[in-house]
Nanobody, 117 residues
Framework: QVQLVESGGGLVQAGGSLRLSCAAS????????MAWYRQAPGKQRELVAVITSGGSTNYIDSVKGRFTISRDNDKNTVTAYLQMNSLKPEDTGVYYC?????????WGQGIQVTVSS
């Protein structure tokens, strides 16, 4: 089993920044991709950014140049970060951390990000 703990959300004005963290613990051996999804009210959940175990990244077009995903591995945890700059009201939503270990997905509980205009 993998446990995920998310942190870093909150309320910010447009143009501001937030940094989300997702700490994975437990059976972290063989964790491969880590990703952030978001779900705005009334909309489907969408993939925002993904990072592979080798460090390759990919982003949804609307956040390219503004968001950066990264990861940090140590002995007991693997942590994914999402640095969000130049935030816009349309970035508002619940952000979910997603981790794949072998062929099993794990999800965080979700964290609210609200960007006011």
């Amino acid at each position: 089993q993998v446990q995920l703990v998310e942190s870093g959300g909150g309320l910010v004005q447009a143009g501001g920044s937030l940094r989300l963290s997702c700490a994975a613990s437990g059976n972290i051996v063989s964790i491969n991709t880590m990703a952030w999804y978001r779900q705005a009210p009334g909309k489907q959940r969408e993939l925002v950014a993904v990072i592979t175990s080798g460090g390759s990244t990919n982003y949804i077009d609307s956040v390219k140049g503004r968001f950066t995903i990264s990861r940090d591995n140590d002995k007991n945890t693997v942590t994914a970060y999402l640095q969000m700059n130049s935030l816009k009201p349309e970035d508002t939503g619940v952000y979910y951390c997603n981790v794949w270990r072998l062929v099993a997905p794990y999800w965080g509980q979700g964290i609210q990000v609200t960007v006011s205009s």
